[in-house]
Antibody, heavy 116, light 107 residues
Framework: QVQLKETGPGLVQPTQTLSITCTVS????????MQWVRQTPGKGLEWMGF???????EYNSEFKSRLSISRDTSKNQVFLKMNSLKTEDTGVYYC??????????WGQGTLVTVSS | DIQMTQSPSSLPASLGDRVTITCRAS??????LRWFQQKPGKSPRLMIY???NLAAGVPSRFSGSRSGSDYSLTINSLESEDMAIYYC?????????FGSGTKLEIK
């Protein structure tokens, strides 16, 4: 069955870079877009960006300058990297599947706390 | 970006009640509107897609409707397991945008 699971560092210091991995099973990354969404106390649910089945990416302009999404299809993994972290970036980060049927499947989320 | 204005933010209700949550879109989104349920510590669960279609496994007491730019989620005969936060999402154009959420709680 379709499964997605995020793994992240938990705690990140301000100004540092966040790296999260989304590992998927039950489908191929070459057939589906993969989306990233975060949920913060300040802004609620926010779409961050996606990587298309073909590997190209689109980002929310809110994060464009500091966000990067990539993948390793051989490992069924999608990666989110965001630099210059601030305390306001504290929240839960989710990967989710799809474009034609978007957000039908979500990972469990990974909590990221930005603090010194 | 398309703004989704969701109301109310909090909705006290009793078991067995019929409740309605509404999202208003700032631009035309057609029927590219989804509703999600989120319980504490869990990821959002898709409840309604295409504004009016029930997602797989969702009880029939849930329904979605549209009137112009207003989209509604209705729950008939509220059960205790329905207590959660509900969000709308438009995905007519990027960036997809979520409503601010409605917390459904027992009165």
């Amino acid at each position: 069955q379709v499964q997605l699971k995020e793994t992240g560092p938990g705690l990140v210091q301000p100004t540092q870079t966040l790296s999260i991995t989304c590992t998927v099973s039950g489908f191929s990354l070459t057939s589906y877009y993969m989306q990233w969404v975060r949920q913060t106390p300040g802004k609620g649910l926010e779409w961050m960006g996606f990587i298309r089945s073909g590997g190209s990416t689109e980002y929310n302009s809110e994060f464009k300058s500091r966000l990067s999404i990539s993948r390793d299809t051989s490992k069924n993994q999608v990666f989110l990297k965001m630099n210059s972290l601030k305390t306001e970036d504290t929240g839960v980060y989710y990967c989710a599947r799809g474009h034609n049927n978007p957000f039908a499947y979500w990972g469990q989320g990974t909590l990221v706390t930005v603090s010194s | 970006d398309i703004q989704m204005t969701q109301s109310p933010s909090s909705l006290p209700a009793s078991l067995g009640d019929r409740v309605t949550i509404t999202c208003r879109a700032s631009q035309d989104i057609g029927n590219y509107l989804r509703w999600f349920q989120q319980k504490p510590g869990k990821s959002p669960r898709l409840m309604i897609y295409g504004a009016t279609n029930l997602a797989a496994g969702v009880p029939s007491r849930f329904s979605g409707s549209r009137s112009g730019s207003d989209y509604s989620l209705t729950i008939n005969s509220l059960e205790s397991e329905d207590m959660a936060i509900y969000y709308c999402l438009q995905h007519n154009e990027y960036p997809p945008t979520f409503g601010s959420g409605t917390k459904l709680e027992i009165k």
